[in-house]
Every structure is written in C-alpha cells, then in structure tokens.
RNA sequence: GCCCCCAUGGUCUAGCGGCCGAGGACGCCACCCUUUCAAGGUGGAGAUCGCGGGUUCGAAUCCCGCUGGGGGUACCA
C-alpha cells in the first residue's frame, strides 16, 4: 500500500453544521497537500444529510475558511465539476438507486421500529448494564408483516445486514491493520425514513462515484470503518486507501477541540487578526514534522515536502502559544512590510483613522514606513491600527507624569525638551544620525542621562512609553508635527511645574 | 459498560535496534544588546523515552500485559 499514486482524487467533505474550526481545517489541509503534491484532484462535497441541523450559512462559513487559508478545490460548490452535483442533498435518486441494489442482494432490511421504541429499548439497555444498540427487531420480518407496517403508513428506514459473526478488517495508512468482530457492530441505519442517507451510506456511495482513491477523514470515524467496509465489499468495490487523521484536542487536553471552543473558529481566527500563513504553517506542524528542526512552510514548500505517511497517528493540543509565535513571526520576519501594511490598511479605515489610502499615495507610504517600524512589537494584525496611530493622527492626551521619568524632576524634563525642541527646529528630523549625535550631546550639556532626555521627547512626540527607535520615530513623525507636539508637552509640563511651585 | 485508537520534557515534535549519557520549537528563567517597548543573540532549568515483563550481544525504537489519555457507541456528521 502506498500513498504516491497516480490519479490521485480526495476530498474534503464537511457537513454544513457550523463554523468550520481548526480540526476540520487542519484534515483538510492534510489531504489538500497531498492532492497538490501527486498533482491530483482536490474536491470539496458538502455533507448536508442531516435536515435538522442543517445551516445555510455554514456553506460560505465553510468556503471562506478554506479559501482564507489558501485551499482550493478543483471540483466543487461554486466551480462544479464533472462529479457533481457535489451536495449530497442532491444526490438522493443515487442513494435510493443504491440501497435497492443493496435491499435486493440481501445485504439490507427495512426497518419499521419507531423513534420511540428505539430510545426505550437504549433506555432499558442501560439501566440492565447491557451496552447499548439496536435489537435487529426488523432484520427477519416476512413479506406480509413488512406489507402490515406499509399499511399503517409507517416510513421505513433501510438497515445494513451486518454478518452476525466472523471479522471485517482494513488497512489504515497510518496505524496499519485494524480490525472489528462483526458480532460487535450495528445494523446501522443506511436511508432514513426522510429519503436522506446517513453518513455511511452516502460517503462510500459518493466516494465511488466520484472516484476516492483516498478516504481522508478525521479518527472519529474509525469505530465506522467496518460498516463503510462491509459495504464497500457488498457493492464489490475495490476499497480506497483509508486515510484517520489524528483529532486535534483542547489545550487543556480535555476532549477534542469542537465548535463550541469559539476561537477555534477559522474565521475567528481571521477576524482576530491571525494571517493565514501562519494558520496554514501552525497547522501543517500539528501532527506532522518534515526533520528534526525545520518548522517554517510556506504552502509551496509544504506542497513539495508533505507526506501522507508521516503524519502521526496520536491525537495533539492545540497551543494558541505556539500559534501566537509563529503569528508575530511571520509578521516581523516572514510577510514582506509592504505586504503587511495592506492588511493593516482596511483595519485603519474601518476604523477612521484614514479616509482612504490610494495606491502610490503619501498615505500608503506613510502607513508602510509605521507598520516597518512597529511590527516587531506586533503579534495580531488587529494591533496594528492602535500600534501606528500616532503617525497618522494626534495621540489623544496623555497623562503629564508620563512626560517625567524616575529619578527625574518635573523642571529637568521640561528643561531637557524645551533644549531638545529647539535643536530639531534647527536641524530638522530627517538626519537620524545627525539628530542622534545632537541629541546625546545635548543630554550631557543639560547634565541629564540619555533616557531622561529620550522619554519625555518619545512621550510628547507619541503620546507613549513604548514606541519604536526615537529617531526614525521623529523623522517619520516629521519635523513640523514633531515640534508641535513637543511643544504640547511643554506646556503640560510647565503647568505641573508652577503647580509644584505653589 | 462495550468497541477502537494513541502513548518521547508543561505543549508540539525528531527518533523508525547500536550515531541517543535523547535533538529542535513554543513556553519559562538568566545574561547580552539597548533611548522605551519589543525583536534579536547567548546560556539555563525541564524527559529514569507512562509502568512491568519479554525478544536481542544491544531497545525510546520490536512483542505482550497493565496503566493513562482520546475517540466511538443516534433515523448527527
């Protein structure tokens, strides 16, 4: 069994009952890179079989999580395909063509036991201590007790006739031989009494129909490998390689991660300011490593480099830490800044502090220079708009203390930054180094320590403790607006100062 | 309860019988750099490779048992 074939088509299949969250993200990254790398086919079907709790917006949830992180399908919703329709909600005639193939052959049964009956007798299984599951009431029924039920206008569902003994065994890709005792399993439901099929029927139906070669899914569905198999054997097809990803679980540990752990949301991860190449990287190292020290992927690279078999069987935590680091590296190493300040941009019109930034503009390279100064303090894209605001708007007030260090007196910093305002006017800001050399000087004229004429001249100038360089903050800052607002801060400071003279 | 899967530092992992007195990354600590905050650099703490049996000249690596964790047990996927 390998995994490099030729022809190669998977498919990630969702059902459109939620956000679409990391786990399901990560399954299809998986199986998206494997596709990428044997230059096969990528498809995305939509799982919509379950009625009641289908949600028409988790479809283009679904869609933009996949396409916000760089994966593209090949066949599909939105491009088609020659398999299609590829909702399985419209592919009910082949589900009923199927399962009388299979009602025919003797490999199934109607079952006409209510809803009701079912939980009663799980109810009764409990509370006996005997583990749970249907009491194959149907499985014998004669023609004429079948014919009684239709009369009563009961709906039936169609079962799986399970063999009652012996083993059904399959290979994972991963883990290897797995096998079930039949005498363990289910008649599982194969067609519900709504026409819909189940899970089971429709993925092997979907899946030979439109040529799987590969089942790629998440470890969940291991315990259902032997009904899929049955099945495959029944309809006497050749059985796909069966791919379990491992789950991906609560950082605590505590259970798999699901879609009431909101964060784990694709798109809340967008909207938290999270760029997709870090999501796609973290992701890929989840359960899969390339050598002992390389953990930096771009999707080219982790096209190229990926392997099926070297994805690791055993489930992971997902560490927002971890994801959090690879996040603030790709920001300040990774993304190009001229990159990175367009994605800032929409966030700093959404939030009023441009109108708008037209290409080529002196505003787009203004944004450009601040967002290469700040973004090594930048973790989130979302800290971006607060991170340059003051190079492109007046810092709001500030409160005066921050104007004087420790260990300084309110006159010494007044004094530093009156000196200090006046060496600017005179040389301006766009010599860094002039400036620097200036300004060093000008602290051992004065007798104060370099930090105690730097911090108030940054807090004036930015309306804060912590900004970037206090040179190439002034030059971008510019002269004329560096002067103004350092002479806003002196007059905070001589109020303070004639206050303490009182 | 029953079935199935998994098992290397707190977390993600490298390791696929000798190169391992276990390597990398995140996190943590210290130091360096330094005009602030970061970033960066250097170093450090942290794993009897879950436990117990085997197999072998030799096991983190193979086998069995146990324990622990996870998954499944619906006319949900």
Not at 14 to 26: E, N
Not at 52 to 76: K, N
Not at 228 to 252: E, N, S, Y
């Given at each position: 069994m390998?995994?490099?074939?030729?022809?190669?088509r998977v498919r990630?299949?969702?059902?459109?009952?939620?956000?679409?969250?990391?786990?399901?993200?990560?399954?299809?990254l998986f199986t998206y890179l494997f596709a990428r790398q044997n230059e096969g086919t990528f498809i995305l079907r939509i799982e919509?079989?379950?009625?009641?709790?289908?949600?028409?917006?988790?479809?283009?949830?679904?869609?933009?999580?996949?396409?916000?992180?760089?994966?593209?399908?090949?066949?599909?919703?939105d491009v088609g395909g020659p398999a299609g329709p590829y909702f399985q909600s419209q592919r009910l005639d082949l589900y009923r063509k199927y399962v009388?193939?299979?009602?025919?052959?003797?490999?199934?049964?109607?079952?006409?036991?209510s809803p009701e009956r079912l939980a009663q007798l799980r109810e009764e299984q409990r509370k006996a201590g005997r583990p749970p599951g249907y009491d194959r009431h149907c499985r014998n029924l004669t023609d004429e007790q079948r014919q009684e039920y239709r009369d009563q206008g009961i709906k039936p569902v169609v079962r799986l006739k399970v063999p009652l003994d012996g083993t059904t065994s399959g290979m994972d890709l991963l883990r290897g031989p797995i096998s079930f005792e039949n005498g363990k399993l289910e008649d599982a439901v194969l067609l519900k009494s709504d026409g819909y099929p189940t899970y089971h029927l429709a993925v092997v139906v979907d899946d030979k129909e439109m040529g799987i070669t590969h089942v790629t899914r998440g470890e969940e569905?291991?315990?259902?490998?032997?009904?899929?198999?049955?099945?495959?054997?029944?309809?006497?097809?050749?059985?796909?390689?069966?791919?379990?990803?491992?789950?991906?679980?609560?950082?605590?540990?505590?259970?798999?991660?699901?879609?009431?752990?909101?964060?784990?949301?694709?798109?809340?991860?967008?909207?938290?300011?999270?760029?997709?190449?870090?999501?796609?990287?973290?992701?890929?190292?989840?359960?899969?490593?390339?050598?002992?020290?390389?953990?930096i992927f771009s999707k080219e690279d982790l096209i190229e480099k990926f392997s099926l078999e070297r994805v690791s069987p055993s489930p992971a935590r997902f560490n927002y830490e971890k994801l959090e680091w690879m996040n603030q590296h790709y920001i300040n190493h990774i993304i190009p800044v001229e990159d990175l300040a367009s994605r800032v941009v929409p966030l700093l019109v959404?939030?009023?502090?441009?109108?708008?930034?037209?290409?080529?503009?002196?505003?787009?390279?203004?944004v450009t220079e601040a967002v290469g100064l700040i973004k090594d303090k930048m973790k989130f894209l979302t800290e971006g708009p607060d991170l340059i605001s003051y190079f492109l708007t007046e810092p709001p007030d500030y409160d005066t203390s921050l104007l004087v260090p420790r260990k300084t007196e309110p006159a010494e910093a007044l004094r530093g930054l009156e000196a200090a305002r006046d060496v600017i006017s005179e040389i301006g800001v766009d010599d860094e180094e002039e400036v620097e050399k200036r300004l060093r000087a000008l602290a051992e004229e004065v007798g104060l320590k370099?930090?105690?004429?730097?911090?108030p001249i940054r807090v004036a100038v930015t309306g804060r403790t912590a900004s970037p360089g206090l040179f190439e903050t002034l030059r971008v800052v510019n002269k004329e607006r560096s002067i103004a607002r350092m002479n806003r801060a002196i007059e905070k400071l001589k109020s303070e100062v004639s206050v303490a003279a009182d």
């Open positions: 390998t995994s490099s074939t030729d022809n190669v990630f299949a969702p059902s459109p009952t939620g956000d679409l969250h990391v786990g399901g993200v990560r399954t299809a919509d079989t379950d009625q009641a709790r289908y949600d028409e917006s988790s479809i283009t949830s679904i869609t933009e999580s996949l396409r916000w992180i760089g994966l593209d399908w090949d066949e599909g919703p009388d193939k299979l009602l025919a052959e003797d490999y199934a049964y109607e079952c006409y036991c569905w291991i315990p259902s490998m032997p009904l899929h198999l049955i099945l495959w054997d029944a309809f006497g097809w050749d059985r796909p390689v069966f791919v379990h990803m491992p789950v991906i679980l609560k950082p605590d540990g505590k259970g798999k991660l699901s879609k009431r752990d909101g964060a784990a949301s694709m798109l809340a991860l967008r909207d938290e300011g999270y760029l997709h190449e870090a999501v796609l990287n973290y992701l890929a190292m989840v359960g899969w490593a390339y050598d002992d020290h390389t953990e959404e939030q009023g502090l441009v109108d708008e930034v037209p290409p080529g503009s002196d505003t787009e390279k203004l370099v930090g105690q004429l730097f911090m």
